[in-house]
């Protein structure tokens, strides 16, 4: 069962590591837009509005990357396990 569940749901385990770092990426430019608001004050209501959904998403692709990894890992374990629960 499991080889199947990988397979249907989880094609290839760099998916996770793309969400990790696209969800990192996008609090990373947040972080530089907002230093670039300090530079060009006239810009502050436009990052008013853009910080708080950028934030969410990039926490939210953080948080996916992080629970397909464990996921994965979950997957590994139980496909090293034989019949009666013991190590290959």
């Known amino acids: ?12 385990a760099e998916t996770c590591y793309r969400y990790l770092q696209v969800g990192f990426s996008i609090i990373v430019c947040t972080f530089f837009v907002g230093l670039l608001v300090l530079v060009v004050p006239s810009l502050i209501p436009v990052y008013d509005v853009i910080v708080m959904p950028a934030l969410f998403v990039g926490l939210g692709l953080l948080l996916y990357g992080v629970g397909t990894h464990l996921h994965i890992m979950h997957l590994n374990m139980l496909e090293m396990r034989d019949e009666g629960g013991r190590h290959e």
């Open 1 to 12: 069962m499991t080889k199947t569940y990988k397979i249907e749901l989880l094609p290839d």
